[in-house]
């Protein structure tokens, strides 16, 4: 398990990157921080990873407190993949296992293969680092993690240069394997497909957190409703609603509140539906609602 | 050790996509450079000597401010750390490796100046003490290259600074000129480094015990920022 308590960072110019953070990941849980750009998610892992000393509290893992950087605990996935650009991905996989001490264990030839299979990687498994894509360097650098079978795996937006296939696969293997993940992301889907837990960072702090089942509730059950109607509506039928969207007669609601919305769907109904869609709670919206909330 | 020896490994297999490069920048231009320096020295045994001394010192300097340098430098970037942190290896050893990985490439540099020397020179040469004196240039340079790299966390500046710094210890270093001493002289590290391979191939006459002392007290300071360095966990925050 991994606790922060009270952790602050203060840059030697002044800036407060993170101010009095605390947040826990439990064994097997996967745990997501959210924030715009600059909130300090970045800042947050490079303490963990014993990059960077906190100016004040404390990080735990497993109840010990973390004073020299634990080689062998974390697995990582940089936002930004660099990798060894004169290796080929099956040399720096070899490389990774070795360093590691795994060549002969079994369970680990297991997910490697399982890996190589899901993302197709025997295919391109002999390409040279400089020869990837930007995908397939975070592919890489999703394998060399998990492949070491880390107490805690850190990604750091692990999906962003995916395509939306490696992006299912890879949240359908992170689901079902069981391991402790703490995961900051912009991809309010990825979130919210896979964290069972949540926090939201904004300008240095966690302003709010929460599991699936309470961040919806924060906006009084967000609700999207998507629909397109045969006839006319008249315009006062919408008139207290935030239209997002109404292209080609397809319109997009946002409410807060879900019996304003099954009312709005009743009066409706006269005036034929085409096509209907009602999301409730809505999470992603549950999210960008609190975002903006808490955006200064 | 076993983490060390498959770093070793790991860089040498990186330097497999750079192998031209490497064969011409550390063996056909030094080298080609050796001999129009013998040449242009017109049998003169005496000036020979000097110059291959000389040339010992600067593939030393070149390799370890400039290449052992700038890769500390690139490894201090924090990109670049994230990207080991991903892997289960210390950042030391990453580094021990690299000083390895260089030491074995200036190796054949040295030996074929050491063969010249031989067959260029007449009189005795201590070659136990001649060894002794290029493993306490190469600690010197290598000590002094990795501070540079540690400074320098900015790879881009490192790679204006550096080679002019190596350029810089080329210019007041008496390897390729003779001259007489002069305060510069007596506190360039390598004016020393120098001076002692000379003492040992017989060119140089003189006192050489404050060398000695010079070089070791250099050589303990610069590993113990060195260790510093290397054993500190965040390697983000300040220089040393």
Known sequence: MLEIKEITKVYPNGKKANDSISLKVRSGQIVGLVGPNGAGKTTLIRQILGLLKPTSGSIFIEGKELVRMKENYFGYVPQNPLVFQSHTIRELIQYTVKLKGMTDDRKTKEIIDQLYSIFNIKNWENLYGYQLSGGQLKIVMLV????????????DEPSNMLD?????KLWKFLQESKMTV??????????????DYIYFIQGGRIVFSGNKREIPQVNQLPVTLKFKVKEKIPKYLLSHFMIADSKDGLFKIFSKNISEIMTLIDS????????????????????????????? | MNKLFQAILFEFRAFRVFKIQILISLFVMPLSYMIIILLNTGGNQQMSLYLLSGFVVASLIGTYVSLLGLRVSNLMMPEVLEMYAALP??????VLSYLATYSFYVLPQIIVA?????????????????VVNVILTMLTLSGLGMIFGFFFKNYFVAQGVLPLLSWIFLFITPLYYQAESSIIFSINPLNSCVKLLRHSIDLYKGVIIWDYVYLIGLILILSFFVKRRL????LLEKRF
Not at chain 1, 144 to 155: S, T, V
Not at chain 1, 270 to 277: G, T, W
């Open chain 1, 144 to 155: 060399i993690a998990i492949c070491q079978r880390p107490g805690i795996l850190i990604l």
């Open chain 1, 164 to 168: 939306i296939l490696s992006k299912k």
């Open chain 1, 182 to 195: 703490f995961l900051s992301s912009h991809d309010i889907k990825e979130i919210s497909v896979l964290c």
């Open chain 1, 268 to 296: 409706l109904q006269k005036y034929s539906f085409e096509y209907l869609s009602l999301i409730a709670p809505d999470f992603d919206n549950a999210i960008e609602l609190i975002m903006e909330e808490f955006y200064e």
């Open chain 2, 89 to 94: 290896i210390k950042i030391r050893t990453v």
């Open chain 2, 114 to 130: 050491s063969i010249m020397i031989a067959v260029v020179s007449s009189s005795s040469i201590n070659w136990g003490l001649f």
């Open chain 2, 231 to 234: 054993l500190s966990v965040y």
